[in-house]
């Protein structure tokens, strides 16, 4: 029998030129997980920054998702090579890690993340993403490099100046109930530029309790109309009663 790493249902979509969906989940509870996964996320986005997760919950929300095939996306807590790799080596989709703080910080982040030839991460193969061994070790390393995925969030004002160096993909916020037409463009733009596959976008916050569906869909509808192909929601509810 051969064994193979789970492709990963976001950059599938993502290639194919298609719209991935997430949600964030700031519960530690695996009911949450399987009825996010049940109602059709592209991807889980669990946090280990925020929220007292540990990888007992992560390993967890791995497995709750994958039976239902969504990818699940771990934020890291800042740190180092074991911050980064405990949460892909237990078969998460993808890792968020927050806080980057330059050029030289990424390409350390990309070295310990990413296997030979893009970076130097060490081979372990016995857990969850290796398929404990059974995955033939030249193939693991190909494809953790091809269907994994690494974020970096840009939240202070050090790397703004080493951005375009930084950024694989090109993202914007749409944090409130308006419409901003130029800041759409002009990612898009820079997406066609610099030959990005995926424009992402944050988005279903600061809208109020009163939100609605007709709301979400308004919002989700002009964005991909200007080219976001990937929508994390800002944040998950817990009910829209």
């Keep these: 029998m051969s064994f193979h790493m789970r492709p990963s249902r976001v950059l599938k979509k993502m290639r194919e030129g298609g719209v991935a969906t997430s949600t964030k989940l700031n519960l530690s509870d695996l009911r949450v997980v399987e009825i996010a996964a049940m109602s059709g996320f592209d991807c889980l986005w669990i946090d280990m920054e925020h929220v007292p997760n540990n990888m007992d919950f ?3 929300a791995v497995r709750t ?3 239902y095939d969504g990818d699940i996306l771990t934020r890291t807590c800042r740190g180092g090579y074991n911050n980064y790799i405990r949460p892909l080596e237990a078969d998460s989709t993808g890792i968020m890690v927050p806080h980057l703080m330059g050029l030289e910080d990424a390409k350390t982040i990309n070295y310990y993340t990413k296997f030979h030839p893009i970076g130097r991460r060490p081979i372990d193969g016995g857990n969850a993403d290796g398929k404990y061994c059974l995955i033939d070790a030249n193939e693991y390393m190909a494809e953790a490099n091809r269907e ?3 974020i970096c969030q840009i939240e202070d004002p050090e ?3 080493e951005l ?3 950024a ?3 993202g914007i916020d749409m944090l409130c109930n308006r419409v ?3 800041t759409a463009k002009q990612c898009q733009s820079a997406v066609h530029q610099y030959g ?3 424009m992402l976008s944050e988005l279903y916050g600061v809208t109020g309790w009163d939100a609605d569906f007709r709301l979400y869909k308004f919002s989700g509808d002009w964005q991909a109309a200007l080219g976001v192909t990937i929508r994390v929601p800002h944040l998950s509810w817990v009910s829209m009663a």
Excluded: G, H, Q, T
């Design 58 to 60: 992560v390993e967890n």
């Design 65 to 67: 998702a994958k039976a």
């Design 148 to 150: 994994r995925f690494v």
């Design 159 to 161: 790397p703004l100046k």
């Design 164 to 166: 375009e160096e930084i």
């Design 168 to 170: 694989d993909v090109p």
């Design 180 to 182: 901003e037409l130029s």
């Design 196 to 198: 990005r596959e995926a």
